[in-house]
């Protein structure tokens, strides 16, 4: 029988990573693994370092490589995409640029959304912004809330493409669509999809993004992207400025021009100093696997191994968080209720379980008082039913 042409494209993606030899690894929410791919970039990079010092036009080079690449993954152009830490970085680089003024409002729901994803706002009430907040729905970002919320003075609406628990998707095709009518800016926090979930930027009128590549990017930490639209870039003075982001053309990196300076093309004002170029490296070959293997490929993949994984908890009867997969299913599955805790569900049974699948090599997290199982693309069925099989032995004891 011909095996779907998918399923080719992820045949050889699970060799290239040895941690699966040791775990059955499912906690790419919270950081993903490293390929030996990835491994052997970021090696190749540090001997280089080590033995010559490094040769800062290839590093340049690599930069922009890597810069394509993410571009590339999301839809984008080169020039929109702007080098970042990790996303507090990117989002904080988005709230600091605007010119803020008493009366504007930013619409996020803060029970849902990252702490990262909330201080930001905060801290530019000082400026006058008021942070205005639409409340969770059965673990939902309500997005018909957070529309009927806009006004006049609305100049962002941020919100995470998947949550980090319950780790449902957000409808942010429609958030978008009513951002892109009322020039509103629609900020994303792509922390839980980037490398996972497809994203095409202008078909759901995302205007600016913030990844990091320690989770879904299989990349490093310290390291990150953000994307911002042209039309937007180009409207927004960043907080902070140095010579990557002022536009000198080829000009040597030590160039000073005249004091009238003219900002570098969209994305790119926002790029500070040098860059992290392990981190680069790392990226790069990552970036490079994943957008071989194709993110269209890499969802469905997941997005099954989600479905058989709360389908198979549900039939146990554990309370998985959003019932039966629907909508809302991305790579993400959480059984338990939805606390402030992150150190333990407010269940002992669930608390054991964890305890018994982590003493057999199940790599999970506890986020929000949830088991929290996530997927990725070196993952298979076989996983999901070791995690169902041993889930079973627990209850029977
Ligand atoms: C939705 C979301 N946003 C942000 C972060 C982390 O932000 P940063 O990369 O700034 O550490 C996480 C990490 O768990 C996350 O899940």
């Known amino acids: 029988m011909n095996r779907p042409i998918e399923l080719d494209a992820l045949a050889g993606a699970r060799a290239q990573f040895p941690a699966l030899e040791r775990w059955t690894y499912l906690d790419v929410a919270g950081r993903g693994v490293l390929s030996r791919e990835a491994r052997a970039a970021l090696d190749s990079h540090l001997d280089e370092r080590m033995m010559a010092g490094g040769d800062k036009a290839r590093f340049f080079e690599l930069v922009e490589t890597t810069r394509a690449r993410f571009a590339q993954l999301i839809h984008a152009a080169p020039d929109e995409i702007a080098f970042a830490k990790n996303i507090s970085e990117g989002l904080n680089m988005i709230a600091t640029a605007f010119d803020w003024k008493r009366g ?16 930001p706002w905060l801290n530019m009430q000082r400026y006058g912004l008021e942070v205005r907040t639409a409340a969770a729905r059965d673990g939902h970002i309500p997005v018909d809330e957070m529309i009927a919320r806009m006004d006049r003075g609305t100049r962002v609406v941020t919100a995470s493409t998947v949550t980090f628990a319950p780790g449902f998707r957000t409808d942010i095709e429609t958030l978008g669509r009513a951002c892109r009518e009322r020039d509103v800016m629609l900020l994303v926090d792509a922390a839980q999809s980037a490398g996972i979930l497809e994203t095409d930027v202008s ?7 913030a990844v990091s590549t320690s989770k879904g990017l299989l990349g490093l930490y310290g390291m990150g992207f953000l994307y911002c639209r042209r039309e937007w870039a180009e409207r927004l003075i960043p907080a902070y400025l140095a010579r990557f982001g ?26 500070l100093g040098n860059y992290n170029f392990a981190g680069c490296a790392a990226a790069n070959a990552s970036l490079g696997q994943i957008l071989e293997w194709g993110t269209s490929n890499i969802e469905r993949h997941v997005c099954a191994l989600a479905r058989a994984l709360a389908e198979g908890f549900l039939e146990m009867g554990l309370p998985v968080s959003g019932g039966a997969p629907g909508p809302q299913l991305a790579n993400i599955v959480t059984v338990g209720e939805l606390s402030a805790d992150h150190y333990g569900t407010g269940d002992d049974r669930f608390n054991r379980l964890y305890e018994y699948l982590s003493a057999n090599r199940v ?35």
């Open 363 to 397: 790599k999970l997290s506890i986020r929000r008082g949830t088991l929290r199982f996530s997927c990725h693309v070196y993952n298979t069925m076989e996983d999901v039913e070791r995690v169902l099989g041993l889930t079973r032995q627990f209850l029977a004891c």
């Open 203 to 209: 078909r759901v009128h995302i205007d600016a993004l």
């Open 246 to 271: 002022v536009d000198l053309g080829d000009a040597h990196e030590a160039t000073l021009g005249d004091h009238s300076f003219r900002f570098a093309p969209a994305a790119r004002r926002f790029d």
């Open 104 to 119: 504007d409002n930013v619409i996020l729901c803060p029970e849902l959304e990252h702490p990262n994803n909330v201080y």
